[in-house]
Nanobody, 122 residues
Framework: QVQLVESGGGLVQAGGSLRLSCAASGRTLSADAMGWFRQGPGKEREFVAFISWSAGSTYYADSVKGRCTISRDRAKNTVYLQMNSLKPEDTAVYHC???????????????WGQGTQVTVSS
């Protein structure tokens, strides 16, 4: 059973930075994809970024490209999302997810963390 635990959310002013962490346990080698998704108030869950555990390949949503960096520490089984130049529209609950394939569709991910709240004030 894969377990994912996010941390690092909080309240930050516009223009500020946060680093989210996702600690994974119980992951199998076939679960190569780790994704970050977010769900803002009254909005559907949307893709933010993904990374391959094995190759380190990354991909970003246009809305965060250039402002966010996803990375992984294989020794710690932890994935990070560094977010800079935060905007009020980045306010959301951020979830990490584990899956077999590097995809942007949240329905293709098998395991999810409980989420961490990010609030950006203007």
């Amino acid at each position: 059973q894969v377990q994912l635990v996010e941390s690092g959310g909080g309240l930050v002013q516009a223009g500020g930075s946060l680093r989210l962490s996702c600690a994974a346990s119980g992951r199998t080698l076939s679960a190569d994809a780790m994704g970050w998704f977010r769900q803002g108030p009254g909005k559907e869950r949307e893709f933010v970024a993904f990374i391959s555990w094995s190759a380190g390949s990354t991909y970003y949503a246009d809305s965060v490209k250039g402002r966010c960096t996803i990375s992984r520490d294989r020794a710690k089984n932890t994935v990070y999302l560094q977010m800079n130049s935060l905007k009020p529209e980045d306010t959301a609950v951020y979830h990490c997810a584990s899956g077999r394939f590097l995809l942007t569709d949240p329905n293709r991910y098998d395991y999810w963390g409980q989420g961490t709240q990010v609030t950006v004030s203007s």
